[in-house]
């Protein structure tokens, strides 16, 4: 299984994971920024053996889709989140959801990964396949488009 390791000021080496392109969050609408924000706590949880940040995804989750929506989103985050990590062989890069600097900008990894969400809510196939083979690094995994269709659909339903 591959890691996640967190981006951003003092959570890597200087100039390990700096962004070289900066890439915004500025395209998205509110329900893909709150589900960004949920995996992004779990990438930071996956990343660092004694980080509870999933704790503050969850707690993000109801805050931003109420208390009957936001536990099964946090979980269809976490679906993608798991699903991803098993077709990806190196780490994966993502800013810190709370740095004030980073947590507007995205790196390459998530720009794919918002990608695939926005093909599906915009019925767009190709995109969908090609973004979640840049995502799994080749990997056509089914089981990571399937994850992603179940979080777009209840996304859609908020």
């Not at 509110?30 to 990343?47: K, V």
């Not at 679906?79 to 098993?86: G, I, Q």
Request: hydrophobic letters at 35%; charged letters at 20%.
């Amino acid at each position: 299984m591959s890691k996640v390791r967190p981006s951003g000021p003092g959570l890597l080496p200087r100039g390990y994971s700096e962004i070289q392109d900066p890439l915004t969050t500025d395209e998205y609408l509110h329900d893909e920024l709150g589900a960004l924000f949920i995996m992004r706590c779990y990438f930071a949880s996956y990343a660092s053996a004694n980080c509870t940040l999933w704790e503050k995804g969850m707690d993000a989750a109801v805050l931003v889709f109420g208390q009957s929506k936001g536990p099964r989103i946090a979980w269809l985050c976490l679906k993608v989140v798991r699903t991803m990590r098993t077709s990806r062989r190196s780490i994966f890069q993502f800013c810190n959801p709370f740095c004030t600097c980073c947590k507007n900008r995205l790196t390459r990894n998530e720009a794919h990964l918002m990608a695939c969400i926005r093909a599906i809510r915009c019925g767009e196939s190709g995109k969908l396949h090609l973004s979640a083979i840049l995502v799994c690094e080749g990997y056509k995994d089914t089981s990571f488009i399937e994850s992603l269709h179940l979080l777009t659909r209840e996304l859609d339903q908020t």
